[in-house]
């Protein structure tokens, strides 16, 4: 990477700022620590950790919540590191839905599922959701299985329940779904399963309704610590409430100025409100920020002070100077592409940069073709964020079907789709048959498939793959439990001989060379996972697997580990840093988006918080572009510049700078500073880096 990672290092090596250190040396009580961009979050809550643990909290007694797989490793890794020794007793760092797993896998027999329960991923729920709407006679046309799956997701995510659904529909569209949705819940709950968002809503229901489960799984700790707290949702902040409520050792940190999931259900006023919830609390400001030069962070500064709910904070950079951003107009996309791509062309033809120095940073995900038939032209390296995830690949997919039928027969959803895969006898109409029996007698597939009568009146093919499967599902069940488990799954590949189902989909040997390494890393993936767990079982691994566990190479850090030109939306930004930033499409409609502009207030709050975690990326240099015109259905279209241009530069005034009432300090803060306004000048029609007004070019 670039000279600022390393001067970042270097400048934090020397210990730790005063409200570092502040924030490490409060023990007990609620605290929140607000920890702007740059300012050396990690290092804090690790040491913080690590300063419990030396103080003699017990190691296990302390539970760390993260919102990524990755986090949480990193987490664990560096307490590990900072105590210098290896203990039987470690923290618990995960994420909010792995802790929420084994709470379940404890406690959801209160609440009538099996404590066995599976958990569906997108393809299953789709199953399950198609499998509703032709119970209750809805044509594709009308709702599709991903638009129902829409509106349920969303419904979750706000904590609205089936009941309650029909209440809050608006749509005819909404109406059927609200009646999908039960049928959905209901048949989740008969298959013995849950979905993501049910990880979250099951827990606090059990926390709600069982005070003595949640004095239970509360009494685990005696220290909880959130990460990211501006982007938990209305179940996450009442689950962390639960298990706080008792011992109150709650520590929580974010910064309200990256809260920028709204659309997922994160709640910007859980960070806002925590000294009112809390009132014995602390507050610690982390302002030094260590990636970004000054002239970056004036921007930065100025941009966000325009949000009126906020804590007033300030960025202020422990490098100072550095080059003013640039703010760069095209014609229209196609020149913006070349624009930004020869700049970088002309830059890597320094021997201090690599590819992998400079990101492409956009709002939609339509923006980046221009940049990716520009960067081919040129034979740049770069890398597209995001893409198909590994748990999409179909042969990954029908293994793990395998895996979730064996540990657990009646997963229907599983069943179904390796019930002839690959082809063993059982056609179209013997599935048909046996699936309408067990609708009929209310009955799982699997239990029915155990029928002789029922058996018996499939074709001699249906009846030898009946049997095949039952023998398959039982054998495989002894192997899994008695010996490696890696040995077991290959054994099993082996038996369905799967190979042949790849050859007779992929001509290519080299497609079917990349369709079995697929798998050899899924086996690998299974093999890290049982050298590390205590109790390995194949149950914990398909859990890990759901969860997109540390077993697996996440896609998107692979990605970003090759030295190649990033290109990724500013939602995937968020956590990363470059030595180079781009920020294409500074447009209205593009950022912020039309769908925010439509409904303005809290939304564009949102967006602005988007500009500034983009901006708050870029360590040494910082690039601001826009087209004036953008095609829309093949015709050139005049565009407005982004409201954040003028904010970012003095060329609009800001209504909430110097108001008292919005810039008050909460009680227990480090200490009290004064944040400076941006400069109000009037907008003008096209944004200019030197304050002045510039005039649009004709095009």
């Known amino acids: 990477m670039g000279h600022a990672a390393s001067a970042t290092i270097t400048r934090m090596a020397h210990g730790l700022n005063p409200p570092q250190q502040k924030a490490v040396d409060t023990l007990s009580g609620p605290l929140l620590v607000l ?50 020794k290896k203990t039987d007793k470690q923290p ?21 599922y099996p404590a066995k329960f599976s958990i ?25 299985p991903g638009d129902l799956l829409y509106f349920i997701g969303g419904w979750k995510t706000k904590c609205i329940r089936p009941a309650d659904a029909a209440a809050v529909a608006s749509t005819d569209k909404e109406h059927l779904a609200a009646i999908a949705y039960r049928r959905y819940q209901n048949g989740l709950k008969q298959r013995g399963a849950v979905d993501f968002d049910d990880l979250l809503l099951l827990t606090e229901e059990l926390f709600t309704n069982f005070e003595d489960v949640r004095r239970a799984e509360a009494a685990l700790f005696d220290h909880l610590l959130v990460d990211e707290y501006q982007d938990t949702n209305g179940s996450q902040y009442r689950i962390v409430k639960a298990l706080a409520k008792d011992h109150r050792n709650l520590c929580v940190v974010g910064d309200d100025d990256q809260s920028i999931y709204g659309w997922r259900g994160a709640e910007v006023e859980h960070i806002l409100r925590f000294a009112s919830d809390w009132p014995d609390s602390t507050v610690v400001w982390l302002e030094n920020n260590y990636r970004s030069t000054a002239e970056i962070l004036t921007l930065a500064n100025r941009l966000i002070a325009f949000n009126k709910k906020r804590h007033p904070k300030e960025l202020k950079a422990a490098r100072s100077g550095g080059q003013q951003p640039r703010i760069e107009q095209y014609p229209n996309e196609t020149k913006e592409a070349e624009g930004v791509v ?36 040129t034979g740049l390296p770069y890398v597209l964020v995001g893409g198909m995830s590994f748990f999409d690949r179909k042969e990954v ?18 069943l179904l789709r390796i019930i002839n895969t690959p082809p063993r006898g059982l056609g ?41 499967l039952r023998a398959l599902v039982e054998m495989f069940q002894q192997r899994f439990e008695n010996e490696s488990m890696v040995d077991a799954m290959r054994a099993m590949l082996q038996r369905v001989d799967y190979e042949s189902e790849i050859k007779r989909l992929y001509d290519k040997p080299e497609d079917q060379q990349a369709r079995m390494a697929a798998l050899e890393e899924l086996a690998n993936a299974l093999g890290a996972y049982e050298a590390k767990a205590k109790k390995p079982t194949l149950g914990g691994f398909l859990d890990d697997v759901s969860l997109g566990g540390p077993d697996f190479k996440d896609e998107k850090d692979k990605q970003l580990k090759r030295n190649a030109i990033v290109l990724m939306t500013l939602h995937s930004a968020k956590g990363l840093e470059f030595p180079h930033v781009y920020m294409v499409g500074m447009e209205e409609g593009l950022l912020p988006h039309h769908r925010s502009i439509a409904v303005e207030g809290e939304a564009i709050d949102e967006e602005r918080r988007l500009c500034y975690v983009g901006v708050t990326r870029a360590q040494d240099y910082l690039t601001l572009s826009m087209a004036l015109t953008r095609r829309k259905w093949g015709k050139p279209r005049d565009t407005i510049p982004s409201r954040f241009l003028f904010e970012l530069i003095g060329q609009a005034e800001n209504p909430h700078a110097g108001n008292p009432a919005t810039r008050q300090r909460p009680r227990g803060a480090v200490r009290k500073q004064k944040s400076e306004s941006p400069p109000a000048q009037p907008a003008t029609k096209s944004p200019s880096t030197t304050g002045k007004p510039s005039t649009r070019p004709k095009s």
Not at 47 to 64: C, H, Q, T
Not at 360 to 376: D, G, S
Not at 456 to 467: F, K, V
């Open 120 to 144: 569906y991923d997108r393809g299953d729920q789709e199953s399950l959701a198609r499998s509703v709407l032709r119970e209750i006679r809805v044509p594709n046309e009308t709702l599709r």
């Open 92 to 112: 618990v760092a995960c994420t909010f839905h792995s802790h929420c797993v084994r709470v379940l896998r404890r406690q959801i027999q209160h609440l009538g």
């Open 428 to 468: 179209g109409k013997s599935v048909e048959t046996l699936t309408k029996t067990a609708v009929q007698q209310g009955k799982s597939l699997w239990t029915i498939m155990q029928q002789p009568d029922i058996v018996a009146s499939l074709p001699d093919a249906g009846q030898r793959a009946c049997e095949e």
């Open 35 to 84: 920890a702007g961009a740059g300012t050396g979050k990690t290092r804090v809550v690790t040491y913080r950790i690590a300063k419990l643990i030396k103080s003699g909290i017990e190691a296990d007694r302390i539970l760390a919540v993260t919102f990524t797989n990755k986090a949480a490793t990193e987490m664990q890794e560096r307490i590990r590191s900072l105590l210098g």
């Open 342 to 377: 020869a700049d970088i062309a002309r830059l890597l033809r320094h021997p201090e940069w690599e590819p992998n120095d400079f990101a492409i940073l956009f709002r939609t995900n339509e923006q980046p073709r221009a940049f990716e038939t520009e960067l081919r032209r």
């Open 397 to 414: 997919r029908d293994v793990l079907a395998y895996l979730k039928l064996i540990d657990s027969p009646n997963d229907e959803v599983s």
